[in-house]
């Protein structure tokens, strides 16, 4: 009896993703069923990237199908393919940036910027096409954090090239003035500049583009909820009291914009002495927990307040590069699968597939 294609599908609504949760015939992302006598072919497209458990994904599916009556031989492929989705009403994105990541943080201090750069190489690493843009003008810190250094090329007079370190693009004030130059500026100005960054930059077939913000919520980051098509923000925030309440904040701003809240990353969760191996935490525990739960949130993940995050950002390659098999980069990693997979979740823009529609007199 000849083998169905049903009896296939039968069978891969039985693999559950292990990110998702969900089989991988309902997340439809099985495509391209092929029977030809005892040989099954079939290709798994996810919608996150995720390219460290690629291999883990293909021996889960070939498994389940070898199972099937008769069946001897079988091929899969898994890939990810990474779509644009919506954002605030009435703006429109950006050409070449698929998806807007805004980190952000009610108060400066808790490891914001660290957290931007590590989610941004980890998405990279991951297989997405991704950027990086430092809003902090008057405090850019990834330039140091980048280790890049050098102004942004120009060949039209009117846009920037973005510069490029273990494959992201950046861009930052800090390319444009010396780094010990305050930027004694008022806010419009700093609105303007920050725009001009954004817009003016060729960044180059991006996947996900993810924003520095400054800390708090003032000008920049109106500026971001009214003007830039942003698809989703996360806060980072420490355990500590006074750091949640101006977390809760940031993340109040974003809900009343219409912005999608993702989740909320923990850093500083605890501290081990590098000497007794003793672990304490020193600025309280269960905050983003309680935060998350009060917000109908999710808590992406906890990082450790640990000697080397600091040694290698303020060394130029910050960890997801340094020490990628370290725990500490792949809880990284994982912070930023779950993100990418928290964003996918979201409806999809469709603005690129309709026509303009013009009226004339005739």
């Not at 029977?35 to 079939?42: E, L, P, Q, R, T």
């Not at 980048?146 to 090239?161: F, N, Q, V």
């Not at 806060?235 to 701003?253: N, S």
Request: charge should be negative.
């Amino acid at each position: 009896m000849a083998l169905m294609e049903s009896q296939v599908q039968d069978i891969l609504r039985t693999v559950t993703d292990p990110n998702t949760g969900k089989d991988f015939l309902s997340s439809k992302a099985v495509r391209n069923i092929q029977i030809n006598g005892n040989h099954v072919a079939v290709d798994i497209v996810l919608d996150y990237p995720a390219n460290s458990i690629f291999g883990e994904i293909r021996r889960q599916v070939e498994t389940a199908l070898k199972t099937l009556p008769d069946v001897s031989n079988v091929s899969v492929g898994v890939t990810s393919r990474i779509v644009s989705h919506k954002v605030q009403r009435g703006i429109q994105l950006l050409p070449n940036v698929k998806n807007i990541i805004a980190v952000a943080s009610g108060k400066g201090g808790v490891g914001k910027s660290t957290t931007a750069v590590n989610l941004a190489l980890a998405l990279a690493a991951e297989g997405a096409r991704v950027g990086i843009l430092d809003a902090d003008i008057y405090g850019p810190s990834q330039p140091q954090m980048l280790g890049i250094s050098g102004r942004p090329d120009s060949t039209d007079g009117k846009s920037m090239e973005p510069l490029e370190r273990y494959g992201l693009q950046a861009m930052s004030i800090g390319f444009l003035v010396d780094m010990d130059t305050p930027m004694v500026w008022r806010g419009p100005m700093v609105v303007g500049a920050l725009e001009q960054l954004l817009r003016d930059t060729r960044w180059k077939d991006l996947d996900y583009l993810v924003i520095d913000l400054p800390p708090g919520t003032g000008d920049i980051q109106l500026t971001l909820s009214q003007k830039v098509p942003v698809t989703g923000a996360i806060i980072v925030t420490t355990p500590q009291d006074i750091a949640l309440l101006d977390a809760r904040k940031g993340l109040k701003m974003f809900e009343k914009v219409g912005i999608p809240i993702l989740g909320i990353v923990e850093n500083m969760s605890t501290h081990v002495c590098s000497q007794c191996g003793h672990e304490e935490h020193i600025f309280g525990a269960g905050g983003a927990e309680r935060m998350c739960q009060d917000y109908k949130t999710e808590l992406l993940g906890s990082l450790p307040l640990d000697i080397r995050i600091r040694e290698q950002t303020d060394g130029g390659k910050p960890t997801v590069v340094a020490e990628p098999d370290s725990a500490i980069a792949a809880t990284y990693r994982q912070i930023a699968r779950t993100t990418a997979i928290k964003l996918a979740q979201l409806s999809q823009d469709y603005s690129s597939k309709f026509p303009n529609i013009v009226i004339q007199n005739t």
